[in-house]
T-cell receptor
Framework: GAVVSQHPSWVICKSGTSVKIECRSL??????MFWYRQFPKKSLMLMAT?????????EQGVEKDKFLINHASLTLSTLTVTSAHPEDSSFYIC?????????????FGQGTRLTVV | AQTVTQSQPEMSVQEAETVTLSCTYD???????LFWYKQPPSRQMILVIR??????QNATENRFSVNFQKAAKSFSLKISDSQLGDTAMYFC????????????FGTGTSLTVIP
């Protein structure tokens, strides 16, 4: 089946620094990818929709200047958390949309646990 | 807007027994997909089963089956012969088939299989 690779799986950074998370579709092209945030024992909250070659669409309440999304190719989307603060500590998950055998599928990355100290 | 409701925050079941997880949703769309995802402690989202709304037949995947009631907007998951490896968070999710955009997730049900 299709694979989405997310890297890194965990990262610890200092307050004020920036962290980049990568989401790659390994064996298919994904014109659309999604970034979610998940707090402990909570559901996944959509942060933004990443479209190849165009600007990302952010959900209400998500700061686009803080969570920079770049989808420069059909297999890679990146999420950069800029000037990270402890409240940005969370689990971030990407998913990629694919159309396979005529139907829409979605595949998730392994997630990234971000800890800001 | 679509909403997905899971009214059971936590459930437990004895190993080898059967358990049913509930999910209801609200939408004005007619063409959509419904999913159940499993999230074990590793946090990897694993697709358990999916249902196309236009299909009347309930989806089945080995020990997992759904009871899809389109008129009632209900989509429950039945796990038969529960195994210890089934212990996880389970999320019900909705996707608009026309746009194929993001998932709308329920709040999740934490299932524990007791040996």
């Amino acid at each position: 089946g299709a694979v989405v690779s997310q890297h890194p799986s965990w990262v610890i950074c200092k307050s004020g620094t920036s962290v980049k998370i990568e989401c790659r579709s390994l064996d298919f092209q994904a014109t659309t990818m999604f970034w979610y945030r998940q707090f402990p024992k909570k559901s996944l909250m959509l942060m933004a929709t990443s479209n190849e070659g165009s600007k990302a669409t952010y959900e209400q309440g998500v700061e686009k200047d803080k969570f920079l999304i770049n989808h420069a190719s059909l297999t890679l989307s990146t999420l950069t958390v800029t000037s990270a603060h402890p409240e940005d500590s969370s689990f971030y998950i990407c998913s990629a949309r694919a159309v396979l055998t005529g139907r829409i599928e979605a595949f998730f990355g392994q997630g990234t646990r971000l800890t800001v100290v | 807007a679509q909403t997905v409701t899971q009214s059971q925050p936590e459930m437990s079941v004895q190993e080898a027994e059967t358990v049913t997880l509930s999910c209801t949703y609200d939408t004005s769309e007619n063409n959509y997909y419904l999913f159940w995802y499993k999230q074990p402690p590793s946090r990897q989202m694993i697709l358990v089963i999916r249902q196309e709304a236009y299909k009347q037949q309930n989806a089945t995947e080995n020990r997992f089956s759904v009871n899809f009631q389109k008129a009632a907007k209900s989509f429950s998951l039945k796990i038969s012969d529960s195994q210890l490896g089934d212990t996880a968070m389970y999320f019900c999710a909705f996707m608009n088939a026309n746009t194929g955009n993001q998932f709308y997730f329920g709040t999740g049900t934490s299932l524990t299989v007791i040996p």
